[in-house]
């Protein structure tokens, strides 16, 4: 038996009942009643402008993949790349492992368009260089900017060694700008070879990436009650939380998102915090869920229609 195969599904089932037992050690003293007062108290201004960085959230993914496709040179058409990215992500982020669940989704839809295993490779590569780019350039602004987003995890003031930090990361995305700018050699793995982007797309990468993450920050900052820190530490505590439960390997990062993001607004009222996380939850993960089932549903049928005639 491949024990290897295992590895990772259970590390993220531990670290969904591990978090499940801090976040309910952490909450223990609030009712159900508490939390559905606290997301029937946010407006209804709150509610749409959360629905809204939501759409722009996967409008901007959508904007990964038409980024990648522009660097390979193939032309798929502008409505599916759209429903496919969205697909994508919507069942990656729920499932977890999205490297590899969202390479099996994009080459069986990309394959369809005559894409090959390469070229889908590529792609996948590609989408992610243009988050991990995306987090560095935001997380490096964030820790110079508001170093005091550490000190809310480790309860005292490193604010030097956020912002060295800070530097480090927007040094890396100066690095891979210059390397653009350079036309390095392409990166060979056996037959695989990934082509170092063009700048005009890595500064459509620099753009289109961090959009993505301040609109998926803003649902939750638009779901918080009055008296939150502001945009740019709740900007700060997502990016964390969202990082920590993405190397957790946790499906949709269940309960790990939730603590760290609590630990990281500790002085604010729990419930609302929570009801917050609940919208976010609501918007960015269980709402995409259900309509890229949809779709994949729909599309697998038309697949199938076609075969049959």
Known sequence: ?????????????????????????????ISIDDVWDGIVAIP??????????????????????????????????????????????????NIGGSVISGAVIRYRAYGTRGLSGQDVGVLVAICWITFVLSSLLVGGLVLVFEPEIIDRYSGAPHHGLAI??????????????????????????????LHYPALPIVARQLLIGPIELLAAAAIIFFALPAGNPGYFVILGVFLVSFSVAQISHAPGGLGVFEVVFLAGL???????????????R????????????????????????????
């Open 266 to 280: 500790s002085h604010m009222d729990p419930v609302g915090v929570l009801a917050a996380l609940l919208v976010f």
């Open 282 to 309: 609501l918007f960015y993960l269980i709402i995409p869920l259900l309509i890229g089932l949809c779709v994949v549903l729909f599309f697998e049928h038309s697949q199938y229609s076609r075969t049959e005639n």
């Open 1 to 29: 038996m491949n024990w290897r195969r295992y590895l990772w599904p259970v590390i993220g089932i531990a670290a969904v009942v591990f978090s499940l037992l801090l976040l309910w050690h952490e909450l223990r003293g």
């Open 44 to 93: 209804a201004r709150g509610w749409l402008l959360a629905a809204l960085s939501s759409v722009i959230a996967y409008a901007s993914l959508a904007g990964y993949d038409h980024i990648a496709l522009l660097h390979i040179g193939k032309k798929v058409s502008w409505l599916f790349v759209t429903f496919c990215s969205f697909t994508t992500y919507a069942l990656s982020h």
């Open 164 to 193: 060295a930090a800070g530097l480090a990361m927007l040094i890396l995305v100066g690095a891979y700008v210059f390397g653009s700018w350079l036309h390095l050699k392409p990166l060979k793995i056996g037959s695989f070879q």
